[in-house]
């Protein structure tokens, strides 16, 4: 996930937001190098270059939250505190990450403006740049074209990133997203515009003024309060692309970082079910586990689909990921383990020499060559038709 709230410089966002042209799917298409010093013929070297400010900004905000542990506040702060962190977590799982990024459900209005709010309480950056972040993260991930390139550690990963310069491939890599639906919504095109005035109040005015008001905490209490919640929830979204890229499981695809972890699944409302989500990144769920309790986000969109808010939800079939997990997982899956216990030596080897053709082959081959070329979500153009065909969807409206 993208917080990138201080770390694009403007240049950046003028070139990407020139009109999108679709790659021409038929040319070779080359991919990004993982370590920032390697260099493409006619490249120049990269230098790391850090912007200050960031630097600054960043450490003032965990200054601010030092400081703002000196104050104790009562039980009515803290509720409400912990409440408006979590309602604004909500914009950033089930709206700029799960709605807006991948496309995995729709939305009426009244539900649109719900997330859109909540997503701008966030402090994430606006909806299109957060957007345009996680696609290329998906896309190229773990390179020099993925913002928060796991490759480098996991400093870089978590926070370093939003304090130097992008590198040069995820401008270059960037422009082949296809970040059309987006940008051609007026109401997104508002936000990326007032964005400084509508996070000002959002993030920060609304709640402070209401702990002077109904709770009467002075304002610098209410003020430190409400940056270490703020500073909370950041590192909470940053561990999805540092933790969830480098420890953890890899039930669904074991030659790609990303992992699944119970800690980050369960504190950042599911989002730490990270291969899975790499692997299907389509799906509202986020994760195989139904479970409300280790995926706060299912329930929030369950219950809009309920109320007929959230409809076209897309989730992938129990044996869509069987297969998968038999094919590319690490083995740590409860099929895999089953299907281990079950098959001798001897039962494998007939197994494969039934199922054993050249076109079989062939296209396991063309699937290999795709994991260096994930999906960012409903609607690429890399979707492989098999899960296309296999895709179910739930509430369904439209077709
Ligand atoms: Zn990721
Ligand atoms: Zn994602």
């Known amino acids: 996930m993208a917080p990138n709230q201080h770390g694009t410089e403007s240049s950046d966002v003028d070139a990407y937001d020139a009109p999108v042209v679709k790659p021409d799917l038929k040319m070779p298409r080359d991919y990004p190098n993982a370590n ?27 200054a601010a939250c030092v400081y703002a542990t000196y104050m104790p506040i009562n039980w009515k702060e803290a509720t409400f505190g912990f409440l408006y962190g979590f309602i604004s977590s909500y914009g950033i799982s089930a709206g700029a990450h ?9 939305v009426t209005r009244p539900l649109y403006y719900i997330l859109l709010f909540l997503q701008t309480t966030a402090l994430q950056n606006c909806v299109i740049e957060w957007v345009r972040d996680h696609r290329v993260h998906h896309k190229y991930s773990d390179t020099n074209a993925d913002p928060h390139n796991a490759s480098r550690g996991f400093f870089f990963s978590h926070m370093g990133w939003l304090m130097c310069k992008k590198h040069p491939d995820v401008l270059k890599y960037g422009k082949r997203i296809d970040m ?17 005035p509508l996070v000002l109040f959002c993030t920060f005015l609304l709640p402070i003024f209401i702990c002077m008001y109904f709770f009467g905490s002075p304002f610098w209490k209410a003020y430190h309060w409400h940056i270490l919640r703020y500073v909370i929830t950041l590192h909470i979204t940053w561990s999805i ?58 329930p929030f969109i369950d219950f809009f689909a309920w109320l007929g808010w959230a409809y076209d939800l897309k989730t992938v079939s129990d044996e869509m990921v069987r297969r998968r997990v038999l094919r590319t997982g690490d083995g740590s899956h409860r099929y895999s383990k089953e299907e281990q216990k079950k098959k001798t030596a001897k039962e494998l080897v007939e197994a494969f020499n039934e199922t ?9 081959k063309q699937n290999v060559a795709r994991i260096r070329d994930h999906y960012w979500g409903w609607g690429d153009d890399d979707m492989l038709q098999e899960d296309i065909n296999d895709i179910k969807t739930i509430n369904r409206k439209s077709n």
């Open 36 to 62: 920032p010093y390697d260099t493409k013929p006619g490249e120049k070297p990269y230098k790391l270059e850090i912007v200050w400010r960031n630097v600054l900004v960043f450490a003032y905000l965990h």
């Open 180 to 196: 059309s639906d987006l940008t051609s919504d007026p109401v997104l095109r508002f936000q990326k515009k007032y964005y400084a």
């Open 356 to 364: 054993y053709n050249e076109e079989e082959e062939e296209r396991l």
């Open 98 to 106: 799960r709605y807006w990024a991948h496309k995995c459900y729709k």
């Open 241 to 298: 692309n540092s933790v969830s890229h480098i420890w953890g499981s890899k039930p669904f695809e074991k030659d790609i970082k990303p992992t699944d972890t119970f800690a980050i699944g369960f504190m950042a409302f599911g989002e730490g079910w990270h291969n899975y989500h790499h692997v299907y990144p389509f799906d509202y769920k986020v994760s195989e586990l139904p479970r409300y309790w280790c995926n706060f986000t299912i």
